[in-house]
């Protein structure tokens, strides 16, 4: 059993940045996909960032391309995601999610059902 836990949310405006941190249980992360995905109020849970279990593909929608980026330590059994540049639309709960994978996986996941492990979310407020 894998246990995710996010932390790294917060409050701030408009063109601000925060990191996330997910930090990881169990001694096989470092070949699991990870990736973390948001949910507004109202709106479907999306994918926003992905990265595959050997760290060297990642993904980004257009929404948050060049502006967000995800990356691992696997030492530290811990994805991060960088969001530069934020805006209000950005505001939602932040999941880490993690995929089960027996060897160093190396595509990267953007659908949230091929995901077998979630954290509890982290919420992100972006003002305007």
């Known amino acids: 059993q894998v246990q995710l836990v996010e932390s790294g949310g917060g409050l701030v405006q408009a063109g601000g940045s925060l990191r996330l941190s997910c930090v990881a249980s169990?001694?096989?992360?470092?070949?699991?996909?990870m990736g973390w995905f948001r949910q507004a109020p109202g709106k479907e849970r999306e994918v926003v960032a992905a990265?595959?279990?050997?760290?060297?593909?990642?993904y980004y929608p257009d929404s948050v391309k060049g502006r967000f980026t995800i990356s691992r330590d696997n030492a530290k059994i811990t994805v991060y995601l960088q969001m530069n540049s934020l805006k209000p639309e950005d505001t939602a709960v932040y999941y880490c999610?993690?995929?089960?994978?027996?060897?160093?996986?190396?595509?990267?996941?953007?659908?949230?059902?091929?995901?077998?492990?979630w954290g509890q979310g982290t919420q992100v407020t972006v003002s305007s």
């Open positions: 169990g001694r096989t992360f470092s070949t699991y996909p």
């Open positions: 999610a993690a995929r089960r994978a027996y060897y160093r996986d190396t595509s990267y996941y953007t659908r949230g059902s091929l995901y077998n492990y």
């Open positions: 990265i595959s279990g050997s760290g060297k593909t990642t």
